[in-house]
Nanobody
């Protein structure tokens, strides 16, 4: 399985922007669907965004649509989440996840189907 390491979290004021990244080990990054999930204190892990193997298909949670953008660079084995217009309710630990897929265009929103997870990066949005 691929190993994932997130980076780029931090403290930002409401309305600000932050970019978090996920670096993957291994040589088959392009075989994996990638996703971001968030988990706020006392809440369950929630889907944020996902991107297909080739990057052509993306899907977002309604709560972040129009504010967040997921991307990937298969040559660098990285996935990123650009977060704009951040709100205090976006405060959470953000996890990247990977799932191998035979389809170049599929993506997945359920946490249960992802087999590889990073350790998470904290994003805190102050009001």
């Amino acid at each position: 399985q691929v190993q994932l390491v997130e980076s780029g979290g931090g403290l930002v004021q409401a309305g600000g922007s932050l970019r978090i990244s996920c670096a993957a080990s291994g040589r088959t990054f392009s075989s994996y669907v990638m996703a971001w999930f968030s988990q706020a204190p006392g809440k369950e892990r929630e889907f944020v965004a996902t991107i297909s193997r080739n990057g052509d298909s993306t899907y977002y949670a309604d709560s972040v649509k129009g504010r967040f953008t997921i991307s990937r660079d298969n040559a660098k084995s990285t996935a990123s989440l650009q977060m704009n217009s951040l709100k205090p309710e976006d405060t959470a630990i953000y996890y990247c996840a990977a799932r191998p897929s035979s389809s170049r265009s599929n993506y997945y929103t359920a946490a249960t189907v992802y087999k590889s997870w990073g350790q998470g990066t904290q994003v805190t949005v102050s009001s």
